[in-house]
């Protein structure tokens, strides 16, 4: 199966932006989706597609994607954006499935 | 609104079986793909399995495969995860998650649930 690389953590100081990144041979053919997560609770989708927010994300959520790397960023970071992020795409080795990153905790100073 | 509520959790001893239910609720069931993916204590998220609208697509995650046999009752808004030959390493928590599209192999997933605790220890 295929696999997708992330950052094990990432600081950004209230306010400013950040961007957490997602790495595979998979994003070269697929978009990746993004899920928040915050320690007890189910994860949250917060990008899809090509650059989607469900109903309910704020706006400084935002997603892009380059070659092999899909990003997340974060404009104008809040305390209630500190969670534990992961990506997900489909799995390029054609399995039918589905593969996550490793997660990005995300600490805001 | 939508729920997914999982159930049939427990401790079991390792070599054993147990069968997994997720309820949906608040949308049209058979329209969507549905998913379980895990979360090891402390660990990160890990796909285990999706099943199409219709069943007719299947995919297992290779830590899995042979093992574990995913399934659903669109008439029962219902989904299931029989898991046999457990492992101490399957011990993680189990979520239900709702697909976006009616295929199996989008990664889109919109909805989950809280999840239901498995663990494998003699």
């Known amino acids: 199966s295929s696999e997708l690389t992330q950052d094990p953590a990432v600081s950004v100081a209230l306010g400013q932006t950040v961007r957490i990144t997602c790495q595979g041979d998979s994003l070269r053919s697929y978009y990746a989706s993004w899920y928040q997560q915050k320690p007890g609770q189910a994860p949250v989708l917060v990008i899809y597609g090509k650059n989607n927010r469900p109903s309910g994300i704020p706006d400084r959520f935002s997603g892009s994607s380059s070659g092999n790397t899909a990003s997340l960023t974060i404009t104008g970071a809040q305390a209630e954006d500190e969670a534990d992020y992961y990506c997900?795409?489909?799995?390029?080795?054609?399995?039918?499935?589905?593969?996550f990153g490793g997660g990005t905790k995300l600490t805001v100073l | 609104e939508v729920q997914l509520v999982e159930s049939g959790g427990g401790l079991v001893q390792p070599g054993r079986s147990l069968r997994l239910s997720c309820a949906a609720s608040g949308f049209t069931f058979d329209d969507y793909a549905m998913h379980w993916v895990r979360q090891a204590p402390g660990k990160g998220l890990e796909w285990v399995s999706g099943?199409?609208?219709?069943?007719?697509?299947?995919g297992y995650a290779d830590s899995v495969k042979g093992r574990f046999t995913i399934s659903r009752d669109n008439a029962k808004n219902s989904l299931y995860l029989q898991m046999n030959s457990l492992r101490a390493e399957d011990t993680a928590l189990y979520y239900c998650?709702?697909?976006?599209?009616?295929?199996?192999?989008?990664?889109?997933?919109?909805?989950w649930g809280q999840g239901t605790l498995v663990t494998v220890s003699s």
């Open positions: 998650a709702k697909s976006s599209v009616p295929s199996s192999s989008e990664p889109t997933f919109d909805y």
């Open positions: 997900n795409s489909r799995d390029s080795s054609g399995n039918h499935g589905v593969v």
């Open positions: 099943i199409s609208w219709n069943s007719g697509s299947i």
